[in-house]
């Protein structure tokens, strides 16, 4: 059966790769032999210690990480990370220090907070409606570690540079810029991130934390929610999402040998970027909402003259094939999310698309 795909620019579900979505619909009935589906394989079953275990190896090449580092797949996405870090990696008045960037930085701040946490706010962009990414933060030289949201999905902002920390461990909500580009890992003690912007399917997130702060990890909080249950058990202490994790192995697979690994990636997402910003810069009927210096690669905001040209512009682009361009509810305006699997080429159909409702509309 032939199907007919729209060029897709949602900001979670999100797109992913042609060559994953063709090689699940045709194992989907019988996975590697077995004669049954993935969704109906054990994940006790050979099948899939053989798909977890190559996700695992997978993440730990692409991010170039050393045995100091542990890979788990938890369920509750990173909504559920909010609490469980600090729940995790803070004692009774362990300090931490959170850089409020928006919405996402919010939430986290508030869970930390509900637990009745250190927390010490550092920095903020809320002065300027979170347009912006902070520069020359204070942090904490007592903290047990620095929060960042490294990617905002709705303000369309990105850390281009992580912040020194004067040595103290990142932890960083990395959902909607996971693999799009190389990290230097050895900033990090802990990154978490929701599979659905940029790497699968609803339904699993990816936690990779370092022995250091593992071993924070307190026998007195409930088991489901100790990153120790899923280091000491390969993630299966219980049954893990095993259709959303196989998924994620195809998307790491494409990446790693399709692609070629973050370096590739990284340069594929800056031209698709660049097009984007640059029709936008070269016009003034499209405004960005993010200062220039701290743009998202992976989200692109903007405005039209008015919010009804910004309904017709959704409407007409979603009729021309090119769909999830409203921006968030809390927001307004457009936006286009060009992770990892959207193609240049639907970048390229868009910006055409801007170009002539720009020249019908101006």
Known sequence: MNAVRIHNFNAGPAALPLPVLEEIQESFLNFAGSGMSITEISHR?????????????????????????HVLFLQGGASMQFCMVPMNLLGPGDPADYVNTGTWSTKAIKEARI???SVKVVASSEDRNFSYIPQSIGFSSDAVYAHITSNNTIKGTQWAQFPATGGV?????MSSDIFSRPLEMEKFG?????????????????????DDLLARTPADIPTMLRYTTYAEKNSMYNTPPCFAIYTVQLVLKW?????????????????KAGLLYDT????GFYTGTAEKESRSLMNVTFRLPS??????FVA???ANGMGGLKGHRSVGGCRASIYNPTPLAAVEALVAFMKGFEGKHG
């Open 45 to 69: 079953s050979k099948w899939f210690d053989e798909v977890i275990n190559d996700a695992v190896a997978r993440v730990k090449r692409i991010l170039k990480l050393d045995n100091r580092y």
């Open 316 to 318: 007409e682009a979603a």
């Open 280 to 283: 936008i810069d070269r016009s």
């Open 169 to 173: 461990p990142i932890v960083s909500d």
């Open 190 to 210: 802990l990154i978490y991130a929701g599979a659905q912007k940029n790497m699968g399917p609803a339904g699993v997130c990816l936690v990779v934390v370092r």
């Open 307 to 312: 919010e009804d040209l910004e309904k017709t």
């Open 255 to 271: 990446l790693e040998e399709t692609i070629g690994g973050l370096d590739k990636m990284a340069a594929l997402n800056r031209k």
């Open 115 to 117: 637990q009745g946490k």
